[in-house]
């Protein structure tokens, strides 16, 4: 069996989050989201609704001279993000700045990684200095039946 060890990005390294999902946090549904590949897999676009009805998209585009994906994401809220990927074991990385409405920011970073029954683990931290991380939010992204 192929090892999961990261070694690079590439444009299949966000494939096993591609799909329908109920996304649930501390035991309770918190949402739904669907990841879907465009443009030949050279893009991907999240789009995200919570239970209480706020929206958000993500997108993702490939940058094959960097071996990187970027990640551009907004929300009927609080500003948006913009991070770049690395590659983690069984998963990869978001790290990168959230800029606030007000002019603020902070660095955060997002950890997705594949569980072995095909669920999909989201961990979002965020960080004033770099060094001191607080996570944000947990959650398990369910394969939906929908």
Known sequence: MASLVATAV??????????????TA???K?????????????????HWKDVDGHEGKSFFYFMPEKKQWKQV?????????EKISE???NGIRFAGTVFLPDGK?????????????????????????????KIRYDANYHRSET
Do not use: C, H, M
């Open 10 to 23: 590439d444009k299949s390294s966000l494939d096993f989050w591609i799909g329908k999902w109920v996304v």
């Open 73 to 81: 994401w907004v929300t009927d809220g609080e500003g948006y993000k």
């Open 26 to 28: 501390g035991g309770k």
């Open 105 to 133: 920011t902070y660095q955060d970073r997002t950890t997705l990684t594949k569980l072995p029954n095909g669920d999909v683990r989201q961990v979002i931290e965020s960080s004033r200095d770099g060094k001191e991380w």
């Open 30 to 46: 918190d949402g739904d989201d669907v990841v879907e590949k465009w443009v030949a897999g050279n893009a991907i676009v999240e």
């Open 87 to 89: 590659p983690i074991p």
